[in-house]
């Protein structure tokens, strides 16, 4: 395909058209599947009617006669249901069929221009779908000025802090710093590290961005106690229901709020890294989310630092004298909640003692939680056996202690830490001064 000659509005538009025809391909399938569901069904329930008059013609009494007459009326009647249900299967089946067929004309129409004679279907398309991505995350300025909206999903880690960094320069640099918002999902001191969403603010305003906070009602504790169970890794429901959903409304309301008279183009902008997990590794860096895409918006996820280093974010940090959260220094790994359930023993050990050292109640808030419900925290081990852990580890080492700059001393070294320090000194008393200068 010559899609390196042609603008990047028509490769938007050109995606855009892979993905309506990937949908409606997808709804087409499912559509089918369930019409050939449907015609099972009806055969089967028109089966057991015809199995039910026989039973009625060889009735020998008057009781069996009854009991025969009554079965099969409800054998008509689940026959009936089966029927209509079919019709319905059946026309669902002919839209899905329409509309897969104007989507993939309309990608065959956009897509000729520059690729004649070449195919828009199976691998073809998801090889073009992924070349066109690539394409496209690789001028990332040209990215932010097509954009109606960037949302940058920020929980005020390190990893969104870098990633917020990258897209704020770039988009300073494109001149587009208003199409920015800066999205923090709340999830409450019950769930959270003290102060985290006052630092995701202050990491947003740095730049000038607008800053929105979504609350999570009841948090990571209270989605516990009303499903009675620990989230696991298998069944994450805390990241869709505490942070996804409600991101997605949010979403829903800031394209709204452009009154725009086209589709929209999102960018709904990641922290996630490579080198994070197997999983992460195999994430592109821009995606289409088929799910949040509809012909209002077409939504893109975009992983900037993808390819970034645990090290070249702390590099980062301490280059730019970027604010990062002080339970980095005292060594929790990441900025989740104080008891992820995707957390280690050795990390979730620390969390306790961290909590002890700052006297937060999460601890026995938790494990109180885990014997009422009666659900264990991991099915390998339960919080109560972190605590005890954590209390034997108090007894041997004394409680935690730790300094601000440790988190980069343990990454990047003594000098960096303390260069890191001074400049964030100087940038406090440059704040602190002109708040002083505003209040006169
Ligand atoms: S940080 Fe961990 S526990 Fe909290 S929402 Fe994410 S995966 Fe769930």
New binding site residues.
Partial sequence: MRTRTVDITTRLQLLDAFRCAHQADTALAAADRSFHRSTRATARALASAGACEQQLAAARDIPQALTASAALDDARQAHLDCTAGHRKAHDRLCRAFTASRRANRELAARYRPHARGRGTSGKRRSSVTAGLLDEVVAMPLELIRAADVLLVQSSGGKDSLVMLHRIATWADRAGCTDKVVVVHCD?GDN?EWPGVRELAQRQAERYGLRFVAVDSTGG?LGLVEKRGMF?DSAR?L??SS??RDRANVLLTEVVAALGLDRQALVLNCMGLRAAESPARSRKSPLAIDTRASNNKRLVLTWHPILELSETAVWQTIADETLEYHPAYDALMPRL??V?????GFDVLVRAVRLCWALELPLPEQYTDLEARIGHRFKEQYSLADVVAEAHRAEVREGPLIWNRGDALCAQLGDDTAAAYLERMADCESEAYLKRVSLAV
């Fill in positions: 999830l769930s990571l989230p994450r805390c990241t505490l942070k989740s909640c008891f992820c359930v995707l957390a």
